[in-house]
């Protein structure tokens, strides 16, 4: 990019980092209920309270290598979280600008806790829906703030690092989920309440955690408080000449005055590269393939040997994986850049993906299984997969979004994106079990050419943010962007009037 990076002066004090840690339970909160989902829906003693008709088939069907988990309600049961967190996003975007991002994560903590509270004691079916609905607030809300709070208290040489922080918490959130559900299934006849229940502990740090935290310095300026925003950021910064960063802040603001319809801003000409980008993003990372992967793995395993265990060893070896290529990212991100990670990652899962796909339609039918030899191939391929969406889509889809936008459409455009990707973890969980049954291994090519269309995107329309500061981004970044600065030569009109 032209010109040099501003040198603003800061140290990482155990207050900013303790600020880092607390807020990013937000994303353990939300990967929690990720994998707790998943192994609640196959425990039988659940099956039988709430949807005794599919244990019922369950027991008699005649099992498919690809349709044995094939049921609509099951998958709305799961999906229906997505829902809710749709909606709930934009009214946690009117919350992150009118309250402010502290008080909107203690609103999301608040609502898990209650979903939490409500799923593990239900009796009746309304209660486990109208539990699975405080679940969505709470991730909705969530998923809005933790990632923009951590992407605007973060010093801009490690703003990367420090948002990514969300998404691995995410999955140790899985992997501690997967663990629990392996336990709570040999405890008949409520496990399922435990493994529901036990979602209050991600809550509740987030909740005493949002007691301690400081709101960010953008949003207090937002919010005309101008002097708490300077001290705010002289604390996070732990010096005390902030004058620099604290002037770039209130230059944003007063720009961001200018219109005060956030939503409506959004929809002008000059708003439409990062409202595209950033929704567009949100879309790839769900069609990258990771659910197919992440659930087809038991089966897989399951022709090694592993029979009762095989869903342990899986989501043991696919998790830890993800957790730790996750930390790639964080060490690799503020240093090589977001789009150098999109590409390379994209090429390894266009890789995997389509030897997975190769194997499995030429060796793996509806019934049988596979070589021990050739599904051992597979499991690294899974593994290499995985790892490739940990340090790249996976954290990605939740950093570039955050930081993209101007201060005047952050909280706005976020909303947009975060509602995108519940959108598209609806689809992909309501309809990837069946598409899995009716296209078999061929899923896995249709993944592959999204992965490949992900790639050419990168390369060509997406903008490299490494170093740039969230509040330079429209100046430094769209202005000059070959493609995407011609939007920004007529200021104010819409979308298709030039």
């Given at each position: 990019?032209a010109g040099r990076e501003p040198h603003y ?312 994986v993800n957790v730790g290529a996750t930390f ?121 050419a999204w992965i490949l269309t992900m790639g ?43």
């Amino acid at each position: 990019m032209a010109g040099r990076e501003p040198h603003y002066k800061s140290r990482i004090t155990p207050y900013v980092f303790a600020c880092w840690i607390l807020a990013a339970f937000g994303g353990l909160m939300f990967g929690y209920d990720i994998g707790i989902s998943g192994g609640v829906t196959a425990m039988d003693d659940f099956l039988v309270k709430f949807f005794p008709h599919v244990h019922e088939r369950k027991l008699h069907a005649q099992e498919d290598n690809y349709c044995r988990y094939d049921d609509e309600l099951l998958q709305l049961f799961t999906s229906s979280l997505y829902l809710a967190a749709l909606f709930a996003s934009f009214f946690a975007s009117k919350a992150c600008t009118k309250l402010g991002r502290k008080p909107t994560i203690t609103m999301a903590s608040t609502f898990f806790i209650a979903g939490a509270i409500l799923c593990a004691a239900a009796e009746k079916m309304w209660m486990i829906i109208v539990g699975r609905i405080l679940f969505g607030v709470g991730v909705g809300f969530g998923n809005e703030t933790v990632p923009l709070f951590l992407t605007e208290i973060a010093p801009h040489q490690h703003r990367g690092a420090v948002n990514i922080l969300f998404q691995l918490f995410v999955t140790i959130g899985i992997f501690i989920a997967n663990l629990i559900n392996y336990a709570t299934v040999m405890i008949h006849p409520n496990g399922w309440r435990v493994s529901l229940g036990l979602a209050v502990v991600p809550g509740l740090v987030l909740f005493i955690g949002s007691l301690f935290i400081t709101e960010t310095p953008p949003s207090l300026v937002e919010m005309g408080r101008k002097e708490e925003g300077r001290e705010a950021l002289r604390i996070i910064r732990g010096v005390d000449d902030v004058d620099a960063e604290f002037h770039q802040i209130l230059a944003a603001a007063e720009q961001a005055k200018q219109g005060k319809h956030h939503f409506r801003r959004l929809f002008k000409r000059s708003s439409f590269p990062p409202l595209f980008v950033g929704t567009i993003i949100q879309v790839f990372q769900q069609f990258t393939g990771i659910n197919a992967i992440m659930f087809y793995a038991p089966v897989l395993f399951r022709t090694l040997g592993f029979n009762s265990n095989a869903s342990l060893l899986s989501s043991v070896i696919t998790g830890l994986v993800n957790v730790g290529a996750t930390f790639v990212s964080i060490y690799a991100v503020d240093k090589i850049g977001r789009r150098k990670l999109l590409l390379q990652a994209s090429c390894q899962m266009f890789v995997s993906q389509m030897a997975i796909g190769v194997i499995l339609s030429t060796h793996l039918q509806a019934t049988g299984s596979m070589s021990k030899g050739l599904a051992a191939v597979v499991v690294i391929l899974v593994c290499t997969f995985v790892m490739s969406f940990a340090w790249s889509w996976g954290p990605m889809g939740w950093l570039i979004p955050s930081e993209i936008f101007p201060i005047e459409t952050r909280a706005a455009g976020f909303a947009f994106a975060v509602s995108t990707n519940m959108i598209f973890t609806f689809v992909i969980a309501q309809a990837f079990l069946s598409m899995l049954c009716h296209m078999r291994a061929h899923i896995f090519f249709f993944f592959s050419a999204w992965i490949l269309t992900m790639g050419l995107f990168v390369h060509f329309l997406l903008p490299e943010t490494k170093g740039i500061p969230i509040d330079q981004v429209e100046e430094r970044l769209w202005k000059k962007h070959p493609v995407w600065s011609s939007f920004y030569k007529e200021e104010g009109s819409e979308y298709g009037m030039a």
